[in-house]
């Protein structure tokens, strides 16, 4: 029996063409680079093809070079998107997001304890990170060093700032910036942070602040911010008496007047220099982890403190806060938005700003509110106590290899530096090396000025590096020395086998150039490949 089917329309018209992304001319053709292309192209195109070249950085989650967040919770992260949108900078449109920046300014501020009463509010201001929370310390110590000067008689033009040679790359850039000198306190051998000593010994007339760091980032370690304080206190009182002597010896005084001379010189030639704590990545920490440890405002001479929020005040980067004592070390401007000519704009009479943002979003603001009141003080203190506990464990899994030695401190900021014992095979850049083989990046550097020969790895311990991954950590490192070490061994054989072709019948090994010594390598090499070669079926 033969079974017939009538064709339909569908049956006769032409077969369809299936065709995937990647068949497409959107991966055939060169992807622009340098101009813009004349031609459109579809989202899913320009998505897919974003996405895939971006697969080839590396996993935030295993970059234990950065101190920055790199998780949040999902309903923090659609806060995020929801407003990503919105400029942080146009408080008179957005004023909900402006309260949530003011709450975060009071919340943190009472961390730091700043002299401010329960109802008071906190002088602050949010910035993107750090760097220009430290920009605009710096500006507002260099503008108050000047006025005073100018109120002097004195010169004015050449400002310094006293900081260890530990200090982040963005105090550097300051220094050039605007014109300030940076006078840096040199390292030693096992004292890899500020010496305070030296540090108030190279204070001048014409320093503007030292500058102390909550959390080295070299080693984590804290600096002594209390006796910083108490010695520079001291430098402080040693200043102004010369000037009262001469003014007392000239003259015929009473000793009311000379009481009263004594009060104007200490009032007109008293240095007065204040201290800038630098808590990037402390500032987060020493409140939960260290309540008793003297560093903050409670310090007379402590007049600001700069602290990341993308760091460990756990929010995706980024967002910084910057803090004055009093409103007198903060630099504020009016900046009277205009239309055209003098004649300011209806919707802005005036904007007083703080930061130099003019176009930043709000997301980072908000995130920081959320994990504030989310996690609170007890959540805050868990999460650092674990990270610390990670810090642990991975420090002494570092130590039972028993191939290095451990440079950072276990109280700071939880991370692990350490070097190696012997560097005679190779280094800590190999090790750093083939962990990206791992997945891992983990970073290799030397030290600052008088201290280059040494040479660390560092492992920063984020709320998201859990006890496995540290484990897991110290078994890829120890393969890898394992892997480093055979590969010594066979170096070290191939360098007998030339020693021993270049030697005479009677053991003298002729010395031979460089180029020399490369080529007979070269060749051993190429010999050991070919006799693998002829093996093979």
Known sequence: MVVSVAATDSDTAQPVQYSTFFASRYVRDPLPRFRMPEQSIPREAAYQIINDELMLDGNPRLNLASFVTTWMEPECDKLIMDSVNKNYVDMDEYPVTTELQNRCVNMIAHLFNAPIKEDETAIGVGTVGSSEAIMLAGLAFKRKWQNKRKEQGKPCDKPNIVTGANVQVCWEKFARYFEVELKEVKLSEGYYVMDPVKAVEMVDENTICVAAILGSTLTGEFEDVKLLNNLLTEKNKETGYAFYMFFSQSTICTMQQQY???????????????????????????????????????????????????????VYPGVGWSFGEAKRICLRTHFPYKLSGDRPADIHSELLQSSWQYGVGSSQIIAQYYQLIRLGFEGYKNIMQNCMENTA??????????????????????????????????????????????????????????????????????????????????????????????????????????????????GVVTKKSVLETEREIFAYWRDQVKKKQTGIC
């Open 393 to 506: 464990i991975l420090r002494e899994g570092i130590e039972a290899t028993g191939r290095f030695e451990i440079l950072s401190k276990e109280a700071g900021v939880p991370l692990v530096a350490f070097s190696l014992k012997d560097s005679g095979r190779y280094t800590v850049f190999d090790i750093s090396e083939n962990l990206r083989r791992f997945g891992w990046i983990v970073p290799a550097y030397t030290m600052p000025a008088n201290a280059e020969h040494v040479a660390v790895l560092r492992v920063v311990i984020r709320e998201d590096f859990s006890r496995s991954l540290a484990e897991r950590l110290v078994s890829d490192i120890v393969k890898i020395l394992h892997e480093l070490d055979a590969h010594s061994a066979q170096v070290l054989k191939i360098s007998s086998a030339i020693a021993k072709q270049q030697s005479g019948d009677d």
């Open 260 to 314: 009263a001379c004594f009060r104007l010189s200490l009032e007109v030639d008293r240095w007065d220099v204040p201290i800038h704590v630098d808590a990037a990545s402390g500032g987060f920490i020493a409140p939960f982890l260290y309540p008793e440890l003297e560093w903050d405002f409670r310090l007379p001479l402590v007049k600001s403190i700069n602290v990341s929020g993308h760091k460990y005040g756990l």
